[in-house]
């Protein structure tokens, strides 16, 4: 069954790095999404991606973030200068390309900010 | 903004005993999602409501839709310590992304 992967699984950097997240995700979906969770709390959107732009995005993506999808399978979340708040799991999620599919959710990238 | 909100924020119950979490949006709703998270993974998509009114099941577990299309519910019937995790929905006001709820973790106690 087709799903979706990201890397690293765990990331620890220092506050002020730069961090780039990696997902790919299913071959023919249309729509992704990066989402994240911090502990114990609820999944907080983050930004979505449409046909090569972003299409929505929440009051957390700030200027520190930035997504891309810079070839046909990759699609990568950037921290410009990453923060404490920032520590948090990060979801990578994809649905095809009716507007009412179900969203696949990668497995996840724990962002440890020291 | 869309606010989503659930409860219970936990629930605990015997195996075998029903359980059930509200899930109410701020604003009516085009469809809504219910996922699933267990410890430590990702959500997994469970169902989506379109209707009003709509109600689906799946083995012991029944969905809700309201007639607003303001409200949802998740039901399961006879717990089972599989189904321990997380429970959320999640409400899509005619926009391109969903807004999840809270949240609501189930404990089974065997």
């Known amino acids: 069954e087709p799903e979706v992967t990201q890397t690293p699984s765990h990331q620890v950097t220092q506050m002020g790095q730069e961090v780039i997240l990696h997902c790919v995700p299913i071959s023919n979906h249309l729509y992704f999404y990066w989402y994240r969770q911090i502990l114990g709390q609820k999944v907080e959107f983050l930004v979505s991606?449409?046909?090569?732009?972003?299409?929505?995005k929440s009051e957390i993506f700030d200027d520190q973030f930035s997504v891309e999808r810079p070839d046909g399978s990759n699609f990568t979340l950037k921290i410009r200068s990453t923060k404490l708040e920032d520590s948090a799991m990060y979801f990578c999620?994809?649905?095809?390309?009716?507007?009412?599919?179900?969203?696949?959710f990668g497995p996840g990238t724990r962002l440890t900010v020291l | 903004g869309q606010q989503v909100m659930q409860i219970p924020q936990y629930q605990h119950v015997q195996e075998g005993e029903d359980f059930t979490t509200y899930c109410n949006s701020s604003?009516?709703?085009?469809?809504i999602q219910w996922y699933k998270q267990r410890p430590g993974g990702h959500p997994v998509f469970l169902i989506q409501?379109?209707?009003?009114?709509e109600v689906k099941k799946q083995k012991r577990l029944t969905f809700q839709f309201g007639e607003a299309k303001k409200n949802s519910s998740l039901h399961i019937t006879a717990t089972q310590t599989t189904d321990v995790g997380t429970y959320f929905c999640?409400?899509?006001?005619?926009?391109?992304?969903?807004?999840f709820g809270p949240g609501t973790r189930l404990s089974v106690l065997p």
């Open positions: 409501l379109v209707k009003s009114g």
């Open positions: 999640a409400g899509d006001n005619y926009g391109q992304n969903f807004v």
């Open positions: 604003t009516t709703l085009s469809n």
């Open positions: 999620a994809s649905k095809g390309g009716r507007a009412w599919n179900e969203q696949f």
């Open positions: 991606f449409y046909n090569n732009e972003i299409s929505e």
